[in-house]
Structure formats: C-alpha cells, structure tokens
Nanobody
Framework: QVQLVESGGGLVQPGGSLRLSCVAS????????TGWFRQAPGKEREGVSC????????YYADSVKGRFTISRDSTENAVYLQMNNLNPEDTAVYYC??????????????????RGQGTQVTISS
C-alpha cells in the first residue's frame, strides 16, 4: 500500500520537545522532497519545513527556525521533524507530504502529490 504515516505527536508542556516521524511505504521516499505542514483550527495551513531528495538544502518557516530540525533516514524510508522549545502557537495537526511549501523554492528534488493523515501536536500547561 502506497502511503505516508506520521507518528510522534502528543501533549507536551511549553518548552518541551517532540520528534515527529513520517514513514513511507510502497515507494521510495528518497526519490522525493519531503515537507512538513501544520494546520491549527481556524488558521490557514502553514508550511513548516522541507528537505530535498538528496538531503541538501533545508527550508524552515521563520516561525520555527532555530527550534525545528528536519532529517532523513534512508534506511528507514523516513523523514523526521525534531521540535524543541515548543510553545502553544505550535499546536496543530502536523502532516508530511512529498512536496514542499511554495516558498521553499531552493529545495531541490522531485515533487509528488502524496500526504499523510497527520498527527496531533498539543502544547499546553
């Protein structure tokens, strides 16, 4: 079955950390760019991060720069998003996709059209 599955979301206190996983099955995730997006209730979708198929240039939205890190593990056919120093504004459903935010023009690699179902991240004390 061709799919992307996210995991690693949860409830953490402000200042805490989470590591999200995006695991691909049925296709080689290394063949595509991989982006992370988030959407909070009542807000527009935000492109959070993206990396190329060759793990080259990485893109981060200004709102997460310096706090989030995207990485790829080819042996696991997965991409990760390490999120540190989380705050309530980071609360959202996070999902991965085989495409990048429109502003990530410098990220090289093939774009696809797949996305996962998402994982809930809630930051609250």
């Amino acid at each position: 079955q061709v799919q992307l599955v996210e995991s690693g979301g949860g409830l953490v206190q402000p200042g805490g950390s989470l590591r999200l996983s995006c695991v691909a099955s049925g296709f080689d995730l290394d063949s595509y760019v991989t982006g992370w997006f988030r959407q909070a209730p009542g807000k527009e979708r935000e492109g959070v991060s993206c990396m190329g198929s060759n793990s080259g240039i990485k893109y981060y939205a200004d709102s997460v720069k310096g706090r989030f890190t995207i990485s790829r593990d080819s042996t696991e056919n997965a991409v990760y998003l390490q999120m540190n120093n989380l705050n309530p504004e980071d609360t959202a459903v996070y999902y991965c996709a085989t495409y990048c935010p429109g502003s990530a023009r410098t990220v090289r690699g093939a774009r696809g059209g797949r996305r996962g179902q998402g994982t809930q991240v809630t930051i609250s004390s």
